[in-house]
């Protein structure tokens, strides 16, 4: 059984999270053949100011792009 857990910044349309299941799951059922019913997907969405790179969050990042 296929377990997906992707995380990712806040911030996408439910819209867009339900087509990254979509997408998530049909990938799965082609790279190893598994029945559709068998994969499962979890979306973590994490607050912007909770994800950094480089000690720098996403917020910061964002926030010094824009001004």
Do not use: Y
């Amino acid at each position: 059984m296929p377990f997906i857990d992707v995380t990712i910044a806040q911030g996408r349309t439910p819209e867009q999270i339900r087509n990254l299941v979509h997408e998530l799951t049909l990938a799965a059922q082609r790279a190893v053949d598994a029945p559709l019913g068998n994969i499962r997907v979890v979306v973590r969405e994490v607050p912007t100011t909770h994800w950094a790179a480089g000690d720098v969050t996403i917020a910061e990042r964002a926030a010094s792009q824009s001004g």
